[in-house]
């Protein structure tokens, strides 16, 4: 028996063989998914590569499986959708890759038996290259239907979910996508538009005002600010503070929603998820991004955050 298929008999009595959404398993060729339902189907797929997105040198496989599949998630969550299936495509460093991928798939199915998510199939090879794990992941809308970037009016308050900044201290890897918040959230209040925060606060706020027509202004003293942001701050001393960084760290992965105002002061008044929402400002008709002044003004805030480079 070659090490391919013994690593692919293990996978097989580690992951669940089926489920609704997909009834066949990894037996097959294929994947067979069940579509049933009213909710159309929302896919998303997200690559991560060692020395870019982990640091296997510094962090177990586990966490890197998990973040792959996690990744996922949140973007899922983004659109208040369902998640029930996913694809995994690896390619595993030759030297001790077995090891590494059994690590690997332990961390993705321990985070998708928490959000009950069937591994329905995918691809793993060897090469001699770093780890690079792909993830695809497929979910249903929900109802009202799914939350777009561009629902967002000029006078809808910005609400987002937990802290922001220094993820890179550890966040990053152990991050609990929200998911059962966006699902709650889009059944029980009116949200115009959201997304999850991957990039930074500021860079993520500026594209869901852009895809949406208008602008943002901040109070940046509501930010809400991570302990990590405050210890990144103080670890690096580079004149960078705790602020600027929740407001361009990234990777966060928390939901940044536009709510109508009245439907704001409900939200933040309720409470009702086991993690904090907080109103940070308001879409504005013009476009761009400010920040509020205590004086009543407005000053121009620059996004920033992590931009893909891409050459050429
Ligand atoms: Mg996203």
């Not at 991957?198 to 706020?205: A, F, P, R, Y």
């Not at 002061?265 to 998820?273: F, I, S, Y």
């Amino acid at each position: 028996m070659s090490s391919e298929s013994a690593f692919l008999d293990w996978l097989r009595q580690r992951a669940p063989s089926s489920s609704d959404a997909a009834p066949l398993g990894l037996e097959d060729d294929a994947a067979l998914i069940r579509v049933r339902g009213p909710g159309d189907w929302i896919l998303t797929t997200d690559m991560l590569m060692d020395g870019t997105d982990f640091l296997l040198s510094e962090c177990d496989a586990r966490l890197a499986g998990r973040k792959a599949l996690a990744v996922n998630l949140s973007d899922l969550a983004a659109m208040a959708a369902r998640p029930h299936v996913a694809l995994v495509s690896v390619a595993l460093p030759r030297r001790d890759g077995h090891h590494l991928g059994r690590q690997l798939y332990e961390g993705i199915l321990d985070l998708a038996n928490r959000f009950d998510v069937t591994l329905a199939g995918g691809d793993t090879n060897s090469w001699d290259g770093p780890l690079v794990i792909s993830v695809t992941l497929a979910g249903t809308a929900t109802q009202p239907g799914p939350l777009l970037r561009t629902g967002a009016r000029p006078g809808d308050s910005i609400v987002v979910t937990g802290q922001f900044g220094g993820s890179i201290l550890g966040h990053h890897l152990c991050f609990v996508p929200r998911v059962a918040e966006a699902l709650h959230l889009n059944d029980e209040y009116a949200l115009h538009a959201g997304m999850d925060v991957s990039d930074g606060l500021t860079l993520d706020l500026s594209r869901l005002a852009q895809a949406s027509g208008c602008g943002a202004v901040l109070d940046l003293d509501t930010v809400p600010i991570a302990p990590a942001a405050l210890q990144l701050a103080s670890l690096r001393n580079d004149g960078t503070s705790a602020l600027d960084h929740a407001l361009g760290d990234g990777e966060d992965f928390e939901l940044l929603l536009a709510v109508p105002v009245e439907e704001a002061d409900r939200l933040v008044a309720e409470q009702p998820l086991d993690v904090p929402l907080t109103r940070i400002g308001q879409f504005v008709d013009e476009p761009g991004l400010w920040a509020a002044l205590p004086d009543g003004r407005r000053q121009t805030l620059s996004p920033s955050g992590y931009l893909h480079q891409m050459d050429g």
